[in-house]
């Protein structure tokens, strides 16, 4: 049975920086497509990063430059460093896991991923 387990989240000021985790059980990052998604209160769920199996990376226009993803395949973890964080990234923020090879467009919806973490609360004080 595949697990994700998120950590990390917490509540920050503007301008701070976070890096969430996110460990995995029956499952092998190395082997497909992961990303991270957010969801705001009151607002659709939205997709922010995914890492594909050679570790290239796509990111959301919103993030581009302040957040990184990346993954540690000999711990099975995968990470989110968020830098310079804006009130406007409070969320809660969810790891998902595909059984997709390579991150295509599909994997920037929630239909592209099947497995879900519990999600972990960031939250930015201006």
């Known amino acids: 049975q595949v697990q994700l387990v998120e950590s990390g989240g917490g509540s920050v000021q503007a301008g701070g920086s976070l890096r969430l985790s996110c460990a995995a059980s029956?499952?092998?990052?190395?082997?497909?497509?992961v990303g991270w998604f957010r969801q705001a209160a009151g607002k659709q769920r939205e997709w922010v990063s995914s890492?594909?199996?050679?570790?290239?990376?796509i990111y959301a226009n919103s993030v581009k430059g302040r957040f990184t993803i990346s993954k540690d395949n000999a711990k099975n973890t995968l990470y989110l460093q968020m830098n310079s964080l804006k009130p406007e990234d409070t969320a809660v923020y969810y790891c998902?896991?595909?059984?997709?090879?390579?991150?295509?467009?599909?994997?920037?919806?929630?239909?592209?991923?099947?497995?879900w973490g519990q999600g972990t609360q960031v939250t930015v004080s201006s």
């Open positions: 029956a499952y092998t990052y190395s082997s497909y497509c």
């Open positions: 998902a896991a595909s059984l997709a090879r390579a991150c295509t467009l599909y994997q920037r919806e929630t239909l592209g991923f099947l497995y």
């Open positions: 890492i594909s199996t050679d570790s290239s990376t």
